[in-house]
């Protein structure tokens, strides 16, 4: 990935030091180059040696783990490319695995297939240009003093709430708004009335928390109510369902 485009997809979310003014006069530079760094003419962006020793300061702080990738043959220069999953910065044997901080997969972005994601993405396009989406009522949800119980503040407890699920009270249910599926164990389900027949059986894995692959059990469609009888709204959910699921019984 060539230095320009790095710099115009970190520009906006990290400070980047602006260099100096060119100190060669300019009319001794070729005006067939710019620098986008410089915002000047006399060489191209890509051969920004300033632009350079910027991008090794924020690799330095661990802001471009995404991008570095080190050079083996012992020269210590960084190369900057766009990886899937970081890759270390460190010297050495040392290593860092990938980490993913949702979880992701599911009907929700598509499925699995190629028209399932593109169908998606169109629509997702369409709501980025016209700044709407369609918005399904949905009930308000206020959380008060008296709901907050004896926790400690200041806090960054996760949001744990229960539900009623298939007529059943559920609790221990994760709130992830990063997840891109609503995710059931299978010992929870198996303690609702389901019939076994309704779970369909799906081919496709999801990535955990940390990056693992999960392959589900199927996905079944349960009836979910939250809140009360009056204010609360009920609907159908498509629940994914796997064997493990840390120390919850759902991830919404």
């Keep these: 990935m060539d230095l320009l485009t790095i710099l115009v997809d970190v520009g906006t979310r990290f400070d980047v030091e602006r260099p100096f003014p060119m100190k ?21 962006t890509k051969d920004s040696r300033s632009l350079k020793r910027a991008l090794d300061g924020l690799a330095s702080k661990g802001h471009l783990k995404c991008y ?11 190369h900057y490319k766009k990886n899937k999953s970081p ?15 949702i979880i992701s997969g599911g009907s ?18 369409q709501v980025m240009l016209s700044g709407k989406s369609p918005m399904d009522p949905f009930p308000r949800i206020e959380i008060c003093e008296s709901n907050g119980g004896r926790i400690a503040t200041p806090h960054d407890d996760p949001l744990v709430i229960e539900i009623k699920i298939f007529n059943m009270r559920v609790k221990r249910i994760l709130v992830d708004t990063g997840s891109s599926s609503d ?23 999801i990535i955990g928390f940390g990056g693992s692959i999960i392959h589900p059990v199927g996905v079944i469609t ?29 991830i919404l």
């Design 87 to 101: 890759i270390s910065t460190g010297e050495g044997n040392q290593t860092e695995g990938g980490f993913t901080a």
């Design 68 to 78: 570095l990738q080190r050079n083996t043959h012992g020269t210590g220069k960084s």
């Design 108 to 125: 929700a972005s598509g499925g699995p297939t190629t028209r399932g994601q593109k169908d998606y993405a169109r629509r997702l396009g």
């Design 183 to 205: 995710i059931m164990s299978m010992e929870c389900l198996s303690r609702l009335a389901h019939d076994p027949k309704t779970i369909e059986s799906i081919h496709y894995p």
């Design 24 to 44: 060669s006069p300019a009319e001794s530079r070729d005006p067939k180059l710019y620098c986008q760094f410089y915002e000047d003419i006399g060489h191209d």
């Design 222 to 250: 349960l009836h979910v109510r939250i809140g009360g009888r009056s204010d609360g709204r009920k609907m159908n959910v498509d629940f994914l369902i796997v064997k493990d699921l840390t120390t919850y019984n759902v």
